[in-house]
């Protein structure tokens, strides 16, 4: 069985297209939906939904998809956000998967159509080939004891995707699926895309030079 944890914070504009996407989805899974504590419809809303698994926590990605991974009882963990898509098959493809793959994410591709986008989405991917450090709207996915001998995500309110993909890096070669997971680009889109790409790069880099991040502007929620 694989454990689908999404955890979502004032998500009722995204999070129906993502679970009714799920629902389509064939093989074992189970759906956990991991509540900060949203202020609109996101709980009930998921609760709509048939066999979905809604639990609170204390707000914050790193804090809520550790909550979820903690509930889940697939041999599988895949962290998906609550605003994006995963590509036809792709929980049959993960259960079909050899046993030496510990771990591993999707190839990735904004809902936007503009140049612009689809250029960043192609920066992005070429970024993973080179590190296999996956971004968290990538879908990550870990076998259960896997995910448990790292430590689960770091207790960081931001980069907690990079720092344990580094960890995972350094133990593993995670697989990157052919398949495209699609994230809402209303973020770039809002913030500005190229706008958005440097901050990106220079938070990156910031990172690699174990400099502080001064500013988690980025980081906010767009809705």
């Known amino acids: 069985m694989i454990s689908v944890i999404i955890p979502a914070l004032?998500?009722?504009?995204?999070?129906?297209?993502?679970?009714?996407?799920?629902?389509?989805?064939?093989?074992?899974?189970?759906?956990?939906?991991?509540?900060g504590g949203s202020s609109d419809q996101t709980r009930s809303l998921a609760e709509a939904h048939a066999g979905v698994h809604v639990i609170e926590s204390a707000r914050g990605r790193a804090t809520q998809m550790n909550a979820g991974?903690?509930?889940?009882?697939?041999?599988?963990?895949l962290f998906?956000?609550?605003?994006?898509?995963?590509?036809?098959?792709?929980?049959?493809?993960?259960?079909?998967?050899?046993?030496?793959?510990?771990?591993?994410?999707?190839r990735h591709r904004f809902s936007g159509h503009s140049f612009s986008v689809r250029l960043v989405?192609?920066?992005?991917?070429?970024?993973?080939?080179?590190?296999?450090?996956?971004?968290?709207?990538?879908?990550?996915?870990?076998?259960r004891e896997f995910f448990t001998a790292l430590g689960e995500y770091p207790q960081t309110p931001i980069l907690e995707d990079v720092l344990l993909g580094e960890?995972?890096?350094?133990?593993?070669?995670?697989?990157?699926?052919?398949?495209?997971?699609?994230?809402?680009?209303?973020k770039f889109e809002k913030e500005g895309v190229w706008r958005s790409f440097w901050r990106v790069l220079v938070i990156l880099a910031r990172h690699e030079l174990k400099l502080p991040i001064r500013s988690q502007a980025f980081f906010r929620a767009v809705r």
Not at 16 to 29: E, I, V, Y
Not at 167 to 186: C, N, Y
Request: charged share 25%; with cysteine.
């Open 10 to 35: 004032n998500e009722e504009q995204a999070l129906p297209a993502t679970l009714d996407n799920l629902m389509r989805q064939g093989g074992d899974f189970e759906i956990i939906v991991v509540d």
């Open 69 to 77: 991974a903690r509930q889940a009882v697939g041999d599988w963990l």
């Open 80 to 106: 998906l956000h609550a605003d994006t898509l995963l590509p036809d098959g792709a929980i049959v493809s993960i259960e079909n998967l050899p046993t030496h793959v510990l771990a591993g994410g999707f």
């Open 121 to 143: 989405s192609r920066l992005h991917n070429l970024r993973c080939r080179i590190t296999r450090v996956f971004y968290g709207d990538q879908a990550p996915f870990f076998r």
């Open 167 to 186: 960890r995972v890096a350094a133990e593993t070669k995670p697989l990157i699926m052919r398949s495209h997971v699609i994230t809402d680009s209303r």
